[in-house]
């Protein structure tokens, strides 16, 4: 089964600085791995995903995530935190669960607070 | 059109009404979802519609009753609530069940509360 482990529920950075938020994955698989996220009362809003291929995944907003294999890792990360980026982000993994059906499975969830 | 549609955005209901969440999608999606999201908590899938039908319920209790319309709708259906059900009611949707790279396209959710 597969599973994600976002580090720190709470994240809080000044405006202008660099945005890193971490996310640890087990699979017994190659995974397929997604950030998401969420404003307030809002749904959720798929950021960037990492299928096959490039290592560095670029999404929207200027967020980029690197698949490291060796640590089992997909840390979403932005140079510089602009305010509208305070929100909450997910890490979720997509895999066949003991069911026979795609499951995805979400982190906890880490909200992003940007200081002006 | 690349969204997925949910109304109401509030509900508030009474323990003995009945109600109903819509979810509508127009990109040919095959797969709906729908989830369950408290405060502070990830989402968490309650039923999946595979071509319309229901592929997978999650051991959610009945009085939830998903209805898969068309291709395009999603309904759930509620019966005698509890507050503790209370929570952010999220649709879903995706190219179909099988697809594992395309990642979902949410609604903006239902926020429900049971009083």
């Known amino acids: 089964a597969q599973s994600v482990t976002q580090l720190g529920s709470h994240v809080s950075v000044s405006e202008g600085a660099l945005v890193l938020l971490r996310c640890n994955y087990s699979s017994s698989v190659p995974p397929y791995l997604f950030w998401y996220v969420q404003y307030p009362n809002q749904g959720l809003q798929l950021l960037l995903k990492y299928t096959t291929g490039a290592t560095l995944v670029k999404g929207i907003n200027g967020f980029e995530a690197e698949f490291k294999k060796s640590e089992t890792s997909f840390h979403l990360t932005k140079p510089s935190a602009h305010m509208s980026d305070a929100a909450e982000y997910f890490c979720a993994v997509s895999g066949m669960n003991s069911g026979g059906y795609q499951k995805v499975t979400f982190g906890t969830g880490t909200k992003l607070q940007v200081i002006p | 059109d690349t969204e997925v549609t949910q109304t109401p955005k509030h509900l508030v209901m009474g323990m003995t009404n009945k109600k109903s969440l819509k979810c509508e999608q127009h990109m040919g999606h095959r797969a709906m979802y729908w989830y369950k999201q408290k405060a502070k908590k990830p989402p968490e899938l309650m039923f999946v519609y595979s071509y319309e039908k229901l592929s997978i319920n999650e051991s959610v209790p009945s009085r939830f009753s998903p209805e898969c319309p068309n291709s395009s709708l999603l309904n759930l259906h509620l019966h005698a609530l509890q507050p503790e059900d209370s929570a952010l009611y999220l649709c879903?949707?995706?190219?179909?069940?099988?697809?594992?790279?395309?990642?979902?396209?949410f609604g903006s959710g239902t926020r429900l509360t049971v009083v």
């Open positions: 879903a949707s995706s190219q179909d069940l099988g697809s594992k790279t395309a990642g979902y396209t």
